[in-house]
């Protein structure tokens, strides 16, 4: 009967439901598109974005039902033009940062290519825990982003 115990007792922990979030890995070409058929207005950019002194690290309470919070940030980088990322950014984005349970987007680190909603006087840029709007800055994703913002193939690759 001993051995019965920690069987059971292991079964019984096997028993319980996983609990885990699966996001599909975002593309340039998605993430575009997605913002297209938006009525908002996006700004395509390239840079970092940088949280402002005082800021919070994450949202508080529960850790298993978090609430979604919203970072102050500066961005520094360029924005999009028909010649490419080559026009000067430095501007104030706010960042929302969006939870789903335990889970919860976060500030982009490193330098990442952007699309930064316009609302009325200022910046924002949405992340929840699987985010689209902010890709690192890799060849592929800036190539990617220039094409979809020159009215070139934009099609997701399969």
């Not at 998605?30 to 207005?41: I, L, M, P, R, V």
């Amino acid at each position: 009967m001993f051995r019965a115990i920690p069987a059971a007792l292991a079964a019984a922990l096997l028993a319980q439901p996983a609990a885990a979030l699966s996001c599909l890995a975002p593309t340039m070409q998605g993430s575009f598109q997605a913002a297209s058929d938006s009525e908002a207005t996006y700004v395509l950019a390239r840079g970092i974005f940088a949280p402002l002194p005082d800021q919070p690290e994450g949202p508080e309470g529960d850790p298993n039902d978090k609430q979604d919070y919203s970072v102050e940030t500066l961005f520094t980088g360029q924005v999009a033009s028909a010649q490419g990322f080559v026009q000067p950014a430095r501007t104030a984005v706010t960042i929302e940062i969006g939870c789903e349970a335990a889970w919860c987007g976060a500030v982009p680190e490193g330098e990442v290519v952007a699309l930064i909603e316009r609302r009325e006087d200022r910046f924002v840029l949405e992340q929840g825990p699987c985010p689209r709007f902010a890709l690192t800055a890799t060849d592929e994703v800036v190539n990617a982003a220039l094409a979809c913002a020159r009215g070139e193939a934009c099609e997701a690759p399969e």
